[in-house]
Each structure stands twice: as structure tokens, then as C-alpha cells.
């Protein structure tokens, strides 16, 4: 038990450093969309698929998972993520199904 002694003041004195300490996190995460037709319906579904789970990578809590202001603060930045691409994939379906028109499909 003695011995125990110095590794639990080790860990007391670097966990409050820790847990003020705030993480760098990436703001952005690519989300590959060049093999997508996004003038169909498959295309649109697989994209938001793809967001959804490329914004779950980028919010995943980095403490204990199971804490209800942890599981709120990553649902919000889930939803924030998900905000912030809507214009993007607006933009991109119009270009696509503007193409898909002046083509002729």
C-alpha cells in the first residue's frame, strides 16, 4: 500500500492540468462527395449519411461519454455541424441538378 502512495499524488497533482486543459480539436472535416450523383435521391441519402457520421468523429466527447452535460455539449455540436454543412450541400445539389438539366436528364 506504501507504495501506492506516490503514483496517487502523481496522479492528483497532473489531473487538475487535465482537465483545464482544453483539447485541440479539429474545426473541420472533410467529406468526400466527388463519387455522389446529388441530383438523385441515393446520392443525397449517402451524402447525409456521410455528414452525420464525419460530425459525430468531430464532436466525440473526449471525457467519460456517459455524463449528461458531456452527452448534451456533443449532441449540440453534432446539430451545429450538421447546420453549418446544410449551405454547402444545398449549393451542391443546385450545381448538380442544374447540370442534371442542361443535360438533358
Not at 12 to 30: F, G
Not at 83 to 102: I, M, N, P, W, Y
Request: net charge positive; with cysteine; glycine share 6%.
Amino acid at each position: 500500500m506504501i507504495r501506492l502512495y506516490p503514483l496517487l499524488a502523481l496522479a492528483l497533482l497532473t489531473t487538475p492540468d487535465l482537465a483545464t486543459a482544453e483539447p485541440a480539436r479539429p474545426q473541420h472535416m472533410p467529406v468526400a462527395v466527388g463519387d455522389l450523383d446529388l441530383a438523385s435521391a441515393e446520392g443525397k441519402r449517402i451524402l447525409a449519411m456521410r455528414i452525420q457520421r464525419a460530425s459525430r468523429a468531430l464532436c466525440a466527447p473526449d471525457g467519460l461519454a456517459s455524463q449528461p452535460a458531456t452527452i448534451r455539449s456533443a449532441r449540440r455540436c453534432v446539430a451545429q455541424a450538421r447546420s453549418s454543412a446544410a449551405a454547402a450541400v444545398e449549393t451542391l445539389t443546385a450545381a448538380a441538378e442544374g447540370r442534371q438539366e442542361l443535360s438533358g436528364g
